[in-house]
């Protein structure tokens, strides 16, 4: 990239951990873009966040639409006339507790509708070389795991009951990430992909990373919380700012 710092595109950036890194990427100069159902509210988020107005306006590119419309999508994955370096995906649903004995999401169905077009668009702007496709890091859930048991024990009846419409969805979308690595290079719209599996999110503060413990599919980190600014930071620190051994990775953290 000539010395040039990658440029990034956020989906669900108006979410904890997409817009925490989001921030980090804006602060050190990264060339953004984003897509926003609602762009106001994108922009008054980084405003609390103590983004400068000349930052938003120089750095960051906001596309408006929704993440299963492809042509949207498309203009949120070009920068600087080609395709990005880096689709950061946090996207996720908001509970709805209409019927409480059988929690749901508002949108039962996002994060796999949303990754199966991001992964559409990707690919009919792919080039056609794997290395100038761009690496997906993507924000899933523990507790999906079809290896071990990567939260603690106590947490099953959470994980089984309240989680389990929003996890089954998780689970179809890393399906499809599988399914498209599995593709001949040249025909898939990603040149990898790092699934990251935070436990339990929460809104507490971003207290740095030397507490964060972290673990791969088959040796999880195993622990009660993890905060999506910590997430956030971690995913830009990590995957963004450097080649990590966690690049191309299922990984779970927590703290």
Not at 10 to 32: D, E, Q
Not at 225 to 234: D, E, M
Request: proline share 6%; hydrophobic share 40%.
């Amino acid at each position: 990239m000539d010395g040039q710092k990658p440029t990034i595109a956020f989906f669900g950036a108006t979410g904890g951990c997409a817009n925490s890194c989001l921030v980090l990427a804006l602060r050190a100069g990264y060339c953004c873009t984003a897509l926003a159902r609602n762009p106001t509210k994108l922009r008054d988020l980084l405003r609390q966040r103590e983004i400068p107005e000349s930052t938003i306006a120089d750095n960051l590119i906001i596309t408006t639409g929704d993440v299963t419309d492809i042509e949207p999508v498309k203009e949120t994955l070009l920068s600087n006339g080609g395709p990005v370096n880096f689709i950061v995906c946090g996207i996720g649903g908001k509970p709805s507790f209409e019927n409480p004995l059988r929690p749901t999401l508002d949108n039962p169905s996002i994060c796999q509708d949303g990754m199966r077009t991001i992964l559409a668009a990707s690919r009919s702007l792919a080039v056609a070389e794997t290395a100038g496709k761009p690496s997906l890091i993507v924000v899933s859930t523990t507790g999906i795991s079809g290896h071990v048991r990567d939260f603690p024990l106590v947490m099953l009846p959470l994980y089984h009951w309240m989680l389990k419409v929003p996890h089954e969805d998780k689970k179809v979308m890393e399906r499809l990430i599988r399914e498209e690595m599995e593709k001949p290079a040249g025909e898939r719209g990603i040149q990898n992909c790092s699934v990251i599996r935070p436990s339990l999110l929460t809104d507490g503060k971003e207290d740095g990373l030397e507490n964060v413990q972290v673990g791969f599919e088959e040796a999880p980190a195993v622990g009660y919380t993890i905060s999506r600014k910590q997430v956030g930071r971690w995913m830009f620190e990590n995957l963004v700012c450097k080649d990590s051994e966690y690049v191309g990775k299922v990984v779970a953290i927590t703290v």
